[in-house]
């Protein structure tokens, strides 16, 4: 099953500024989502965008999704003390809402 | 709802001891998900249910883990006997068959296996 390849590993802003996340793929597929992830807590879902879509919207979240090379970002702006954490996409790899998540991006947003 | 609850929050065990995490999923939902997630390795899927069925569970790293769901509201992660590198951050999740993949994961337990 593949694995989303996230860039950069750990990123560093200061509030305000935009923060940008990369995930490539490997072989098609027909969705892809990001979570994120608190410290010491469990992941929660931000986004899913279809194959079908290039841009989403969900509040200061803006996801992109290029199919002909095989990544997508996500694009957090204005950001918040509040955002620092690691943000994951998942990609579709079976049956039964299996997916496969990817290495991850640890953002810090320095107030 | 109160989202998907798991017990306990933190276990710290011997090695060779067993351990039993537990899992209470999302009312009405019909997958579950066992996850593990270490710093070295990331977040891996362990085994995932459907309606109370054993999909997958090619990610169970050893006979020593085992799964079980008895009814669609509680599911068991054991690991008998346990061992040092067992210790890791272990996540349940469930979602709704139908909403296109979408996981409510749980808070996480934090084993410690010494």
């Known amino acids: 099953s593949q694995q989303g390849e996230e860039d950069p590993q750990a990123l560093s802003i200061q509030e305000g500024e935009n923060a940008t996340m990369n995930c490539s793929y490997k072989?098609?597929?027909?969705?892809l989502q990001w979570y994120r992830q608190n410290s010491g807590r469990g992941l929660v879902h931000l986004i899913l965008?279809?194959?079908?879509?290039r841009e989403k919207h969900s509040g200061r979240l803006r996801v992109t999704l290029d199919t002909s090379k095989k990544s997508s970002s996500l694009l957090i702006t204005a950001s918040r003390a509040a955002d620092t954490a690691s943000y994951f996409c998942?990609?579709?790899?079976?049956?039964?809402?299996?997916?496969?998540f990817g290495t991850g991006t640890k953002l810090q947003v320095i107030p | 709802d109160a989202g998907v609850i798991q017990s306990p929050r933190h276990e710290v065990t011997e090695m060779g001891q067993e351990v039993t995490l537990r899992c209470k999923p999302i009312?009405?939902?019909?997958?579950l998900f066992w996850y593990r997630q270490t710093m070295m390795r990331g977040l891996e899927l362990l085994i995932y249910?459907?309606?109370?069925?054993?999909?997958?569970d090619s990610g169970m790293p050893e006979d020593r883990f085992s799964a079980k769901m008895p009814n669609a509201s509680f599911s068991t992660l054991k690991i008998q006997p346990s061992e040092p590198r067992d210790s890791a951050v272990y996540f349940c999740?469930?979602?709704?068959?139908?909403?296109?993949?979408?996981?409510?994961f749980g808070p996480g337990t934090r084993l410690t296996v010494t």
């Open positions: 999740a469930s979602s709704l068959q139908g909403s296109v993949n979408e996981q409510y």
């Open positions: 072989t098609s597929i027909n969705n």
């Open positions: 965008i279809r194959s079908n879509e």
């Open positions: 998942a990609l579709p790899t079976g049956g039964y809402q299996k997916v496969t």
């Open positions: 009312s009405g939902h019909n997958s």
């Open positions: 249910f459907n309606n109370n069925v054993p999909i997958d």
